[in-house]
């Protein structure tokens, strides 16, 4: 079965200020009981945000659960789905998960992103709020999301029916990404410049769902290829992430966002 329902879930993680994960868990839960035993073959993480500050904010913003915001909705509700849907995948026989990822999991960071995860929810919230900041925490988010998605494939086993990958959908025109971060301040021709040029550079949304629904739909090859716990960049190219290789890191995502969502499991 290939159901649409993580869409109206991530739609309310995307709205994570008001929406907790109470809201994650009611619609997984009303989900599995409407589809009681039926097995769920696709399952797309794919809701994420990027939080721009405000002037004179001196504490990072953080969801209703407490958790600094861009990793509360790009990384643990993303977790907290995937746990309370894992047994409707495990009655597939051959599950794919597919975690929205961004090359922002390494252009965006410090050489040594593999130690910008945090392994308590102190040091994740813990923060100036920065121009720059907001794009190192977006990438740190981008690279949970393929640390976890190796987490998981290693829980897994290299047997299991579930198969978890990561992928970067590469810069798409978006309401994220058109225009975002234009300063108000220039004139409306250079405005109206700028957007042209990311009409003709940026990928067609149809574009940059190609690497994705390959990892979701290409069953053959990924039988045949065993691919689980990978990373793929535009269209359809298998990239060995240089940060998210590192184990401890791994286990730090992993292990967090059990804590973080122990109460709604």
């Known amino acids: 079965m290939l159901i649409d329902f993580y869409l109206d879930t ?4 995307m ?17 599995l009981q409407h589809n009681d035993n039926q097995p769920l073959d696709m399952l797309f993480l794919n809701a994420g945000i990027f939080v ?29 789905l995937y746990r309370l849907l894992e047994p409707a995948l495990q009655n597939s026989t051959m599950a794919r998960v597919v975690s929205t990822s ?3 999991s390494i252009s965006w960071l410090p050489k040594h992103g593999n130690e910008l995860i945090p392994s308590t929810l102190n040091e994740l919230n813990d923060g100036i ?16 999301q393929v640390a976890w998605s190796k987490a998981l494939t290693r829980r897994l086993g290299d047997k299991s029916t579930i198969y978890v990958n990561a992928a970067n959908p590469g810069a798409v025109q978006t309401p994220m990404t058109m225009s975002k971060h234009i300063p108000p301040i220039l004139p409306q021709f ?9 009409s003709q550079l940026l990928w067609k949304t149809a574009e940059g769902a190609l690497t994705e629904l390959y990892l979701g739909v ?3 090859e990924i039988r045949k290829n065993n691919i689980r716990g990978k990373y793929f960049h535009p269209q359809s190219v298998e990239v060995d992430h240089p ?5 401890t890191l791994q286990e730090n995502v992993w292990n967090l966002c059990e804590e973080l969502v122990k109460d709604f499991i």
Do not use: M, W
């Open 102 to 104: 961004s090359l922002a």
């Open 52 to 80: 721009e500050y405000n002037k004179g904010d001196t504490k990072l913003p953080t969801s209703k659960d407490g958790i600094e915001l861009v990793y509360a909705t790009n990384v643990v509700g993303h977790h907290l």
């Open 190 to 198: 250079v405005k109206d410049a700028i957007y042209y040029l990311e």
């Open 243 to 247: 940060y998210a290789k590192n184990e």
């Open 218 to 220: 290409a069953t053959d």
């Open 129 to 144: 709020p920065t121009f720059k900041l907001q794009y190192i925490l977006y990438g740190r988010s981008k690279l949970a």
């Open 10 to 13: 991530c739609a309310h993680i």
């Open 15 to 31: 709205n994570a200020i008001i929406c907790t994960y109470r809201t994650v868990q009611k619609g997984a839960k009303t989900y």
